[in-house]
């Protein structure tokens, strides 16, 4: 199952909507106004024969040295809707620090997704932006100020994900 889902492809973009108007000025209110900061649009594998996961996995040629497109930094953050469980893969990496952050999901395929954040309980991504808070609070304050105009050029480049 986990090679099946190593192999699987990538989430392509809808390039029609991504190339509208909407969409384009979206993403760059996207960038404007922080988003990107934790959803950056690329991310570069780790090299190929690197091992992680304490030693248990090795990066394949296949998937290594790639510029992917995920719009996720990957790391934890406390965005304030954490549900208080630590976050690690291995027991002995628990750390109560991690309690109230999770990892930036992917935004990639956003637009077949209807519940969003960590815990499902965002029906759309206007929902989703709105709950952000910790770290990610000027971002949504930001985007709070945007007019109804440019939240809709946000959500048409979300859409396009």
């Known amino acids: 199952m986990v090679d099946e889902v190593r192999h699987t492809a990538l989430p392509a973009r809808n390039d029609s909507l991504a190339a509208s108007p909407d969409a384009q000025a979206g993403e760059k209110l996207f960038d404007q106004i922080g988003c990107a900061v934790c959803h950056g649009p690329s991310y570069k594998t780790l090299r190929p024969g690197t091992r992680i996961n304490g030693g248990t996995y090795k990066i ?65 991504a206007n929902t989703a932006i709105e709950r952000h808070g910790g770290e990610a609070m000027a971002v949504r304050q930001h985007y709070e100020h945007l007019s109804p105009v440019e939240k809709k050029q946000v959500q048409q480049f979300l859409n396009s994900l």
């Open 60 to 124: 394949p040629k296949f998937i290594g040295n790639t510029i992917i497109h995920p719009y996720s930094d990957f790391l934890l953050h406390d965005v304030g809707t954490g549900d208080g469980i630590p976050q690690a893969a291995r027991p002995e990496y628990l750390d109560q620090s991690t309690a109230n952050k999770f990892r930036t999901p992917p935004l990639w395929g956003l637009r077949f997704r209807d519940r969003l954040m960590h815990d499902g309980n965002s029906p759309g």
